[in-house]
């Protein structure tokens, strides 16, 4: 009886292991475990700027393994659709290797400079990667307070957000082949501005649906504070978010209440 069990332990997790790990799965892993060869070829790099003797082969090489886990990105998507090999494991999987890609390449050219003649064609500014983190992490912990208190998530894509990441693409590009059609900084301001767009977007969204769900009762915004009138203080022009749980303690006393007559 022990044997058995054990053997058929050991086909269950067989199951699992070829369900999760498909074709498709496989390359995102190998996605995944890109990012950190790149960013030690891009810091390298950067370092030996620093000496005062570039080494190309790390600058090209951390162009190839960039660009083929760019590359790969819809090679993935592609391979599950059209072998059906959708999972839940390659849901988390996949964004985990585009936002990984995308936030090591910003983080990784904003510590180390790439410009040997012009350090500003060779880094992004400080607060480009700040910007980029904290709108992820918004994102991030708006929509674990969606799945909370709704018990679901429901991203639509918006042009905004799609602008963005080819802006953030454009600009690791801009550094990494040291382009200079255009003033770095300009590409960047640009990226930056849809990056910002894109969080306010997607936020208010969020914000729409706790208001559908009932958790948003009243929601204006308005930049103005308080101001005095003649009858003193008023509550015009006010930043007003009032949060209401369906099941107050309120309405359970009126349930109650309507129950007993």
């Known amino acids: 009886m022990g044997e058995r069990a054990g053997a058929s332990e050991s086909n269950a997790l067989q199951f699992v292991y070829a369900r999760a790990m498909t074709t498709a799965n496989k390359i995102t892993i190998v996605r995944i475990l890109m990012i950190p060869a790149f960013v030690t070829m891009a810091i390298y790099y950067g370092q030996s700027i620093q000496r005062g003797t570039p080494a190309e082969w790390e600058r090209f090489t951390a162009i190839a393994i960039f ?56 880094s992004f500014p400080t607060w480009f990667p700040i910007l980029v983190i904290s709108r992820d992490a918004i994102l991030f912990v708006g929509a674990a307070v969606l799945y909370l208190l709704i018990g679901k998530v429901h991203v639509k894509p918006n042009w905004t957000g799609k602008v963005a990441t080819v802006l953030q693409m454009i600009a690791i590009g801009w550094v990494m082949l040291q382009l200079r059609l255009l003033p ?28 559908a769900a009932g958790h948003v009762e009243i929601l204006t915004l308005n930049p103005f504070p308080l101001i005095k009138g003649r009858g003193g203080l008023t509550r015009k022009h006010c930043f007003v978010i009032e949060y209401e ?16 007559r």
Do not use: M
Not at 184 to 208: D, P
């Open 67 to 122: 660009l083929i886990a760019a590359l790969s990105d819809g090679l993935d998507g592609y391979v599950a659709r059209r072998y059906n090999q959708r999972s839940s494991l390659g849901v988390v999987l996949d964004p985990i290797a585009d936002k990984g890609l995308l936030l090591s390449a910003i983080i990784s050219l904003s510590i180390s400079n790439w410009s040997e003649l012009d350090p500003s064609y060779g």
């Open 184 to 211: 770095l900084l300009y590409v960047v301001v640009a990226a930056g501005f849809f990056t910002a767009v894109s969080g306010i977007v997607y936020v208010t969204e969020g914000v729409r649906q706790l208001q």
């Open 245 to 260: 749980r369906r099941n107050s303690r309120g309405e359970r006393r009126n349930r109650w209440a309507a129950k007993r």
